[in-house]
């Protein structure tokens, strides 16, 4: 799978409409049930459809899921819709990049891994800048400026905590 096309397609909602927990919290429940759904009904597809038709029906698959997501919203949830305003008709390109990021190995444990960091993401992001800019007064975490530099840091603390950093034994058995 190409992580960067996915990073740079699932941006857009991570920036843009976690500003508050609640917010963060439905683009990626919204994100993680279309692009499930995208690819529950793409799979069995993709034995009888060849390239060029697998990736038409994946976009109008993916542009009727994000229809019905905004229909829905504007029907029901009409504040959350606004808040979240052009974002959820984006999960439709996400749903298509993350479909072409797979190629032919379509696995369900891969697929949960990228969809559940994702929302874990989201979540974070969204509870990081609520908190800054609502309690701790810091109102550039609320702008869009705010959220990338807390997305840095957020990785950065990633990058430190978990990942493991090459044994010495390695560097001395290179050197002679």
């Not at 990021?101 to 969204?126: D, E, I, S, T, Y």
Request: contains cysteine; charged residues 10%; glycine residues 6%.
């Amino acid at each position: 799978m190409n992580r960067h096309w996915l990073a740079a397609v699932s941006l857009a909602p991570l920036l843009g409409a976690t500003q508050t927990l609640l917010g963060a919290c439905a683009i990626a429940a919204f994100c993680v049930t279309l692009i499930g759904l995208h690819h529950l009904i793409m799979n069995p597809l993709q034995r009888w459809l060849e390239t060029r038709a697998r990736m038409l029906a994946s976009v109008l698959l993916a542009a009727m899921l994000a229809t019905c997501l905004e229909l829905g919203l504007r029907a029901w949830a009409l504040p959350l819709y606004q808040s979240l305003s052009p974002y959820p008709a984006l999960i439709a390109v996400q749903c298509v990049v993350f479909e072409h990021a797979q190629g032919k190995h379509r696995r369900w444990q891969n697929v949960a891994q990228w969809l559940g960091a994702f929302a874990a993401l989201c979540v974070a992001l969204g509870a990081c800048r609520e908190v800054l800019a609502d309690w701790a007064g810091i109102r550039l975490a609320a702008l869009l400026p705010g959220a990338l530099f807390l997305l840095g840091l957020l990785l950065a603390l990633y990058n430190r905590v978990c990942r493991t950093k090459p044994s010495h034994a390695v560097k001395e058995s290179v050197d002679p």
